[in-house]
């Protein structure tokens, strides 16, 4: 099958952060057609993306509106010695949704999924059926570049959204319980509770190594659910990632590895959380900053990308420091210990954290005290980040 598509800005991969960049174009720029290119067979594949009530601006709201499958009016952490909730909205997307508010907002001819890319550059996209995407400017979203540009740790989770017999009893979302097992660095299980039967049950892992043992980390699943005292009486969906945790690198190595002269956006260009890996806020923030654009449609949307990444880079040091703490001064069965720390701090510097907007005495609060890793090794990461 061979076709040819003609559109101003082609978005090479249906991920989270391309689709809200085709939404918001759509919705703040009319006159600019869009187009979007997936070679899954659904725009955003089978994910749940869940945020805070405060990783999104007020007034960009209105982008993930249509998008939202479930909320609620709190969360909580556990750890071996703090228990807390946290009074901060919590809201989750389910790709279901994605892709049916995406093929109701783009012509049908514009939305090409179960395409697989073989070719991208600034003004065309080449499928490898023979489907040509042709634009004025194009959007590289497909995924990582050369992660090897980068120093890392990772984080690693299956999930399996599970049906209780009876009900589970979970009111509101557990986003760490860390009074697990610790085994592989830092470990905990998230819950999200979308009705009283139905759980998603998501097994984390703060790592050295990106490796996934799917089936030994299922099989925690399952020994939780038994634990809890949950008869699982089906598994509806699962889902597995390796996420990575940045301590430092090379963004411009990184960026380039993702191919020259071509704009990028979501993970290909380093915007995602440097501690979390999440990518939703950054997602959000990109779409409204191309939205905005004097004309995104045109050679300039490259520079304007690769300045806008590399600020972003430039802000997040004190984020990839706190990650070198983590990964290099901790002992990865006592990780946990640091996140057990950071959640005895007031709610609204733990609500800026996440967003990635924290303020200077966010960061010195954050660091003042007793650290809870050795002492000496905390000087160590210190003097490095500063080299």
């Not at 984080?155 to 760490?176: C, E, L, N, S, Y």
């Given at each position: 099958?061979?076709?040819?598509?003609?559109?101003?800005?082609?978005?090479?991969?249906?991920?989270?952060?391309?689709?809200?960049?085709?939404?918001?174009?759509?919705?703040?720029?009319?006159?600019?057609?869009?187009?979007?290119?997936?070679?899954?067979?659904?725009?955003?594949?089978?994910?749940?993306?869940?945020?805070?009530?405060?990783?999104?601006?007020?007034?960009?709201?209105?982008?993930?509106?249509?998008?939202?499958?479930?909320?609620?009016?709190?969360?909580?952490?556990?750890?071996?010695?703090?228990?807390?909730?946290?009074?901060?909205?919590?809201?989750?997307?389910?790709?279901?949704?994605?892709?049916?508010?995406?093929?109701?907002?783009?012509?049908?001819?514009?939305?090409?999924?179960?395409?697989?890319?073989?070719?991208?550059?600034?003004?065309?996209?080449?499928?490898?059926?023979?489907?040509?995407?042709?634009?004025?400017?194009?959007?590289?979203?497909?995924?990582?570049?050369?992660?090897?540009?980068?120093?890392?740790?990772?984080?690693?989770?299956?999930?399996?959204?599970?049906?209780?017999?009876?009900?589970?009893?979970?009111?509101?979302?557990?986003?760490?319980?860390?009074?697990?097992?610790?085994?592989?660095?830092?470990?905990?299980?998230?819950?999200?509770?979308?009705?009283?039967?139905?759980?998603?049950?998501?097994?984390?892992?703060?790592?050295?190594?990106?490796?996934?043992?799917?089936?030994?980390?299922?099989?925690?699943?399952?020994?939780?659910?038994?634990?809890?005292?949950?008869?699982?009486?089906?598994?509806?969906?699962?889902?597995?990632?390796?996420?990575?945790?940045?301590?430092?690198?090379?963004?411009e190595r990184y960026w380039q590895s993702g191919g020259k002269d071509i704009a990028k956006i979501g993970v290909r260009a380093g915007l995602f959380h440097p501690t979390t890996g999440y990518s939703l806020p950054d997602a959000v923030r990109t779409a409204m900053f191309i939205a905005g654009l004097e004309?995104?449609?045109?050679?300039?949307?490259?520079?304007?990308?690769?300045?806008?990444?590399?600020?972003?880079?430039?802000?997040?040091?004190?984020?990839?420091?706190?990650?070198?703490?983590?990964?290099?001064?901790?002992?990865?069965?006592?990780?946990?210990?640091?996140?057990?720390?950071?959640?005895?701090?007031?709610?609204?510097?733990?609500?800026?954290?996440?967003?990635?907007?924290?303020?200077?005495?966010?960061?010195?609060?954050?660091?003042?005290?007793?650290?809870?890793?050795?002492?000496?090794?905390?000087?160590?990461?210190?003097?490095?980040?500063r080299a």
């Amino acid at each position: 099958m061979r076709s040819r598509v003609q559109c101003d800005v082609a978005i090479a991969g249906g991920g989270l952060a391309g689709a809200l960049v085709a939404l918001a174009l759509v919705e703040r720029r009319p006159e600019i057609s869009v187009a979007i290119v997936e070679q899954e067979s659904t725009i955003g594949g089978a994910h749940i993306w869940s945020f805070f009530g405060g990783d999104v601006a007020a007034e960009d709201r209105w982008l993930l509106a249509p998008l939202v499958c479930h909320a609620w009016p709190g969360y909580r952490v556990a750890f071996p010695k703090r228990q807390r909730r946290i009074g901060q909205d919590y809201y989750s997307i389910l790709s279901d949704r994605l892709d049916a508010v995406i093929r109701r907002r783009l012509p049908e001819d514009h939305v090409l999924t179960g395409r697989k890319i073989i070719g991208a550059g600034r003004t065309a996209i080449v499928c490898d059926d023979g489907t040509r995407v042709e634009a004025k400017a194009v959007l590289d979203a497909r995924g990582p570049g050369d992660l090897r540009a980068l120093d890392l740790g990772w984080q690693k989770f299956v999930g399996q959204v599970i049906r209780t017999d009876a009900p589970h009893g979970i009111d509101r979302p557990v986003v760490m319980d860390a009074t697990v097992e610790q085994i592989d660095g830092y470990r905990f299980v998230y819950l999200l509770p979308f009705d009283e039967h139905r759980l998603l049950i998501e097994d984390t892992y703060y790592s050295d190594g990106h490796e996934l043992d799917r089936d030994a980390i299922a099989w925690r699943i399952a020994l939780y659910a038994r634990e809890k005292g949950w008869a699982v009486a089906a598994i509806e969906r699962e889902e597995q990632g390796v996420l990575p945790v940045v301590l430092g690198g090379d963004l411009e190595r990184y960026w380039q590895s993702g191919g020259k002269d071509i704009a990028k956006i979501g993970v290909r260009a380093g915007l995602f959380h440097p501690t979390t890996g999440y990518s939703l806020p950054d997602a959000v923030r990109t779409a409204m900053f191309i939205a905005g654009l004097e004309n995104p449609a045109s050679r300039s949307l490259h520079p304007a990308m690769h300045q806008y990444a590399h600020e972003r880079w430039a802000e997040r040091g004190f984020y990839r420091l706190l990650d070198r703490m983590l990964f290099r001064a901790a002992d990865p069965a006592e990780r946990y210990r640091v996140m057990q720390r950071f959640y005895g701090l007031p709610s609204s510097l733990i609500g800026r954290f996440y967003a990635g907007r924290s303020s200077l005495a966010d960061k010195a609060r954050i660091l003042a005290g007793k650290p809870p890793v050795p002492l000496a090794r905390a000087l160590s990461q210190l003097r490095e980040a500063r080299a």
